[in-house]
């Protein structure tokens, strides 16, 4: 039996996962792997030791899959699965030199951020923390007439920057409240999308300058990197609301922060920010116009459940040399 475990492909899963995707793994008899059993990520020195001699890698979003982990894995190393549908943490130049095939974890969490993306939208734009809070501490007086008011969605324009899957579920999510336009942006126009939610195609000045309500729903690449700048910013309207489920990257904070604060721009949600976690001291939490979240938006349990299990899938397949149930292509 030791003989035969030793041949198997040996897999390092940099974090403990959802039990859906363990289990697809053990049941396999496929492989054998170690997980670094912990909700904290593996430091750097002890991953680059674990993924010595690997046929796979099982990763998340926090490990940088870079040409030093690639060295030090070795040869070996076939497969490298993600479980997110994020990859701007991998290399991807640097895997398809070495013909490693990457999964990720695309579909089964669009649900899961583009509710999440909705409650994040309406908890900024009717000031629900804030509100809430001012409750908490006592200073709810009286019914006021204009106290704690913010920015409805009925007849709103919303823009979507970057529409795929996700920024038509978010859409598709707000048309019933009542919003009058759909306006997006992307490298090129979209039709087979914007058609299910009725989008225009415009540029990034119009979207800027139209939306009462920005959803930012890209990858972060080259492109997108730090594009929410103050050139951005000091475009949108007055009352516009901006939300960021994509990543902390594509924002410029410092611009950011002198938008929110000088009243450039009514508010923004944000799900993700640099770094992350974002210290405690960071400006942005002092504006009460400014709702940040902790990167949640695919966090539930059937959607966590399910990236788990689309990762080890993955992982499991790519190994086997089949395609892949999801595949980037490089
Ligand atoms: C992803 O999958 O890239 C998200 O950021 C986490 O679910």
Same mark, same amino acid.
């Given at each position: 039996?030791?003989?035969?475990?030793?041949?198997?492909?040996?897999?390092?899963?940099?974090?403990?996962?959802?039990?859906?995707?363990?289990?697809?793994?053990?049941?396999?008899?496929?492989?054998?792997?170690?997980?670094?059993?912990?909700? #904290?990520?593996? =430091? &750097?020195? %002890? *991953?680059? !030791?674990?993924?010595?001699?690997?046929?796979?890698? @099982?990763?998340? $979003?926090?490990?940088?899959?870079?040409?030093?982990?690639?060295?030090?894995?070795?040869?070996?190393?076939?497969?490298?699965?993600?479980?997110?549908?994020?990859?701007?943490?991998?290399?991807?130049?640097?895997?398809?030199?070495?013909?490693?095939?990457?999964?990720?974890?695309?579909?089964?969490?669009?649900?899961?951020?583009?509710?999440?993306?909705?409650?994040?939208?309406?908890?900024?734009?009717?000031?629900?923390?804030?509100?809430?809070?001012?409750?908490?501490?006592?200073?709810?007086?009286?019914?006021?007439?204009?106290?704690?008011?913010?920015?409805?969605?009925?007849?709103?324009?919303?823009?979507?920057?970057?529409?795929?899957?996700?920024?038509?579920?978010?859409?598709?999510?707000?048309?019933?409240?009542?919003?009058?336009?759909?306006?997006?942006? #992307?490298?090129? =126009? &979209?039709? %087979? *999308?914007? !058609?299910?939610?009725?989008?225009?195609?415009?540029? @990034?000045?119009? $979207?800027?300058?139209?939306?009462?309500?920005?959803?930012?729903?890209?990858?972060?690449?080259?492109?997108?990197?730090?594009?929410?700048?103050?050139?951005?910013?000091?475009?949108?309207?007055?009352?516009?609301?901006?939300?960021?489920?994509?990543?902390?990257?594509?924002?410029?904070?410092?611009?950011?922060?002198?938008?929110?604060?000088?009243?450039?721009?009514?508010?923004?949600?944000?799900?993700?920010?640099?770094?992350?976690?974002?210290?405690?001291?960071?400006?942005?939490?002092?504006?009460?116009?400014?709702?940040?979240?902790?990167?949640?938006?695919?966090?539930?349990?059937?959607?966590?459940?399910?990236?788990?299990?689309?990762?080890?899938?993955?992982?499991?397949?790519?190994?086997?040399?089949?395609?892949?149930?999801?595949?980037?292509?490089?």
């Amino acid at each position: 039996l030791r003989r035969a475990m030793s041949t198997l492909p040996k897999v390092f899963v940099t974090r403990r996962v959802p039990p859906d995707g363990l289990e697809i793994l053990r049941q396999s008899k496929q492989v054998q792997f170690e997980m670094w059993d912990s909700d #904290d990520p593996v =430091p &750097r020195v %002890e *991953l680059l !030791n674990k993924v010595k001699g690997c046929d796979g890698i @099982l990763c998340v $979003l926090t490990e940088k899959i870079d040409a030093q982990l690639l060295d030090a894995a070795g040869p070996n190393l076939k497969v490298l699965s993600t479980m997110s549908v994020g990859y701007d943490h991998l290399s991807l130049d640097e895997l398809k030199k070495r013909g490693i095939r990457v999964g990720y974890t695309p579909d089964v969490l669009t649900d899961a951020v583009a509710e999440l993306t909705v409650a994040l939208l309406l908890a900024t734009s009717r000031r629900l923390i804030e509100a809430a809070h001012e409750a908490k501490i006592g200073s709810w007086g009286t019914w006021r007439t204009m106290w704690l008011c913010g920015h409805e969605l009925a007849n709103s324009t919303v823009g979507i920057f970057g529409l795929g899957r996700i920024g038509v579920a978010i859409a598709e999510r707000l048309k019933p409240f009542k919003v009058k336009k759909f306006i997006y942006t #992307d490298v090129a =126009p &979209r039709p %087979e *999308l914007a !058609n299910m939610i009725d989008a225009e195609y415009v540029s @990034l000045d119009e $979207l800027a300058k139209e939306s009462d309500f920005l959803a930012m729903c890209c990858a972060l690449t080259p492109e997108t990197h730090g594009i929410c700048n103050w050139n951005l910013f000091s475009k949108m309207k007055k009352n516009a609301i901006f939300i960021n489920t994509s990543r902390g990257g594509v924002v410029n904070q410092e611009d950011l922060y002198e938008a929110l604060s000088t009243g450039l721009i009514a508010g923004a949600g944000l799900d993700v920010t640099t770094p992350e976690p974002l210290p405690t001291h960071h400006p942005l939490f002092t504006l009460k116009n400014c709702v940040i979240l902790p990167h949640i938006a695919s966090a539930s349990y059937t959607t966590r459940n399910a990236m788990s299990a689309l990762a080890a899938n993955n992982l499991l397949a790519g190994l086997r040399g089949e395609a892949m149930p999801k595949e980037l292509q490089l």
